[in-house]
C-alpha cells in the first residue's frame, strides 16, 4: 500500500502579485495614450453648406495653402433638412485661424467664362479649403458655396455702390479704371425700399487709392448703342465685360476738396456713362420756344447747346392750332440747366435774370442739324443782337424766348424770294429787245467801217510777224556784244592789278610827270624874276 502524498505546503508573500503588473503597465500606457491623443487634439467645428456634394465623411481634407489642418468626421442634415452639417476636427495647431471671420469653401473642378479652376481636385478628390479670420473665436460656420472674389490679406478697399437695378453683374464682375481691371464685385443685396441694389465691391492696391468721394461709377455691361444729334454712339469696354457685365469707374480732377476716406460711403452706380452727366446738376428751369416751320428730327432728349456746349434738354413738343388764323405753331419745352454757367456778375442773382440780361443783348434759339446722316435736330442758343425779339405771347405758365430761323430755313425764304421777284419780271419784252440788240450787231458787223478795221489788223499782224522773224538774230548779237564786254572788263580788271606791268609804267610815268611838273614850275620862276634871261642869258649871282 503506498503512502499518500504529503500535504502541499501553502506560503504567502507579501506584496502585490507580479501577475498584475502586466495590466497595470497597459493601463499605464492607454492612459497615457489617451491622455496624449487628447492633448494633441485640436477643437471640433460644424460647416453648415447647402449640399454635400465630393464631400466624404473621413476623406475629405481640409486645407489651408495646400497644407492638411482638418479632417471632415461626419455629416448630417440640418433643421429641416435646409441645409447639410458637417463635423470636422481641426489640428490643435491651425485653433487660432477659428474666427468669425473665418470663411470656408469646397474645392472642386468649376467651369465658368473666366476659365476652369480647381482641375486638380480631379485626381486627388474635392477638399475645402479654409481663409482665417479675424474676431472673436467661433466654432459653427456656414460655408460659401464658390470661392471668395477676394482672398483675405489682399491690399484694396471695399465699396458700396447704390443701383437701380443688377443688369448683368454677378460675383466676379470686374471692375475698370482707365480700360485696366481694378478690382471685381463681390455680391450684392436688394435695398430695404425694394427698388435699389445694393452692391458690393472690392478696388485692388493701389488703384484703391483713386477712389475719392467725387469718383463716379457707371455699368458697362453689354454695348451701349445711341442715336441722337450727333449720330450713332456705340460704347464698350472689353469683351470681357461684354460677356458678362462690368463697372468702370474715374476720379475727375477738381478745385473743391473732397472726401479721402471711402470706407462710409455710398456711391451711385449709373446706368451709362450719359447718366453721368444727367445727374451731375440737380437744379433745372424749363422755357418754352415756339417754331413756325418744320421741326422734323426734334425728338424729346435732344441737345440744348450755347457755343458748342451742352447746357439742356429738349423735354416736350407737340403741335398747336390757332382757328383764329388757321395756322400752326409748335411749342417746344426746354430744361435748362444753369449751373453749367458760371455766372461772374454779382448783379445777377439767378438764372432767370442771367437769361433776361442775355436776350436783351441778343440771345435766340433756333433749329440745327445735328447729324448729316441721321437728321437728327437739336436747339442751339446763339447771340444774334441784329435781330428782333420774336416772342408769341402765348398764354403758358413757362416763360418764353425768342427765336429766330434755322439757316436752312432762311435759305428757303431767300429762294422764294427770288423765285417770286422772277416770276414779275416780262421776259416777252427783254425777248424783244435782246432780238433787236442782236440785229444792230449784225448790221455793225457787216457795214464798211468794221470791213476797213479788219483789214487795219491784217497788216498790223504783218508787221508784228516780220519784227518776230528778225527778233532772233537781234536777241544773237546783242548776246554777243555783251559777252565781248565781259571779256573786255576781264582784261581790264588784269590790267589794274598792282603787280601788273601797266600799273608798273604807270607808276614810273608818274613820276618823271611829277619831275617835269617842277622843272616848269622852277623855270616859269626864273623867268617870272629875270624875263631878259630867256634872251641873255641868267646872270651871274653877283650881279643880280
Known sequence: MTNPPPAPVIKTRPGPSLVWIIPLVTLLIGGWLIIKTASEKGPEITIAFKTAEGIEAGKTRIRYKNLDVG???????????????????IDREAESFLRRDTRFWVVKPRLGLRGASGLSTLISGSYIELEPGKGAPQHHFVGLESPPVVKAGEAGSEITLVARRLGSLNHGSPVYYQGIVAGEILGYQLGNDQRSVFIHAFVKAPYDKLVRGNSR????????????????????????????????????TTLEPVEEHIGE???TLHEDYGGIEEQAYTQKINFVLFFDGSVRGLTIGAPVEFKGIRVGKVVDLRLEFDSGNTTFRIPVVIEIEPERVIARDAAITSPYKLLETLVERGLRARLQTGSLLTGQLFIELGMFP???IRLANADTRLPELPTVPAELEEITTSIKT?????????FESIGRELAGTL?????????????????????????????????????????LAVAAGNRALGRLEQVLRPDSPFQYRMNEMTEELSAMARSIRTLVDVLEREPQSLLFGRSPPGEQ
Open 439 to 479: 440785229q444792230g450787231t449784225n448790221q455793225l458787223i457787216n457795214s464798211p467801217e468794221l470791213t476797213e478795221l479788219t483789214a487795219s489788223f491784217g497788216s498790223l499782224r504783218g508787221i508784228l510777224a516780220k519784227l518776230d522773224a528778225r527778233a532772233e538774230p537781234i536777241a544773237e548779237n546783242v548776246e
Open 217 to 252: 461709377f457707371w455699368n458697362i455691361s453689354g454695348v451701349e448703342v445711341s442715336m441722337n444729334a450727333d449720330g450713332f454712339n456705340v460704347r464698350t469696354e472689353s469683351l470681357e465685360s461684354l460677356l458678362y457685365g462690368g463697372i468702370a469707374f474715374e476720379t475727375p
Open 386 to 388: 441784329e435781330t428782333p
Open 71 to 89: 479632417t471632415v468626421d461626419s455629416l448630417r442634415f440640418g433643421e429641416g433638412f435646409a441645409n447639410v452639417i458637417l463635423t470636422a476636427s
Open 265 to 267: 460711403l455710398v456711391f
Open 418 to 426: 427770288v423765285l417770286a421777284q422772277l416770276e414779275r419780271v416780262d
